[in-house]
């Protein structure tokens, strides 16, 4: 992992160095413990920085959308002949180029206007598993050691396999390495061990009855207290105004309804058909430990099944609601 990190480091001083992005989205040390945060960095020399570990949660995407369509607003103040593009860099694993490939087939940039940085993933740690694995305790110190964590706490030192607290998207994730890259740091890592389980729960949940199944849903969004943090998350919600916020019509209610959040929770969940890459940001920064994966994931296993297509996989193959084929499966369109 060192390895990868400097040779990460030399290859984002160099992309600045030689202008060939005006910014580079990465990761850096946290200010807690075991923890990696999103930086921006636009000098060369801030490139020693970057950190690429098993704490790197966040989905990057996210940024280098927001900062290529801010910029494009900005740029509309600007004369016609002054106006200039701006090329954002990011380090990307298997989820965040799935991501990127989706908001280059949904025409949010070019691909002129991002530099992909490949990294291999062999997962993130679930904060939340680490929590509860330390029974709540504050950790002081701690390292990764080899596939354990090494951790200080109040307590006394401990030593957790990482694999004990993998995000469960990490677990079952297919697409650990990058999807496209400009250029890729280090070898590709190993295969995941649960892959080949991926759709394991949604099957065994959708084998239940249906009253079990809405029982599920209503018992997790009850938790749910509007927060939209899976929404600002998101690397697929960009829309300029969300539907939550619209008041003409108005779609959503701004109490505390119970239907009001079930709507909201629906409503995206379907925005995300043929869009979700399984990238667990919306579930990291749910304060509430929403499920919402079993419900996402349900999403892309029918899209698979359906129209076996798998969510920014490839370039040559458009998210199945944006396209159409002659063929396409419509044993589910109701004839009277």
Known sequence: ???IEKKLREEA???LEEKRVDALVGYEAGTLPLTATPCFITNPEDADKLVWNAFCTQNLAKYVHDL???HREAQKRVKPEDRKKKVVGVVARGCTTRSLVLHLQERQYGRDEVVIIGVPCTGYVDRKALTAVLDGADIREGSLSGDKLVIQTAAGQKEVPLADVLADNCRTCKFNNPVISDVMIGEPAPAMAGAAEEYAEVEAFANLPTEERWAYFTKEMSKCIRCYACRQACPSCYCKICFVEQTQPQW???GED???????????LYHMVGRCVDCGSCISVCPMGVDLRKFLKKLDKDAFDFFGNR????????PPLSTFKEHD???FIYNP
């Open 258 to 268: 119970a239907t009001d959040t079930q709507v909201f929770q629906f409503m995206r």
């Open 68 to 70: 290529i369509s801010q």
């Open 311 to 318: 969510a920014g996989a490839s370039l040559d193959d458009p």
């Open 1 to 3: 992992m060192e390895n």
């Open 329 to 331: 499966p419509e044993e």
């Open 13 to 15: 001083k160099r992309l």
């Open 252 to 254: 959503v209610g701004l």
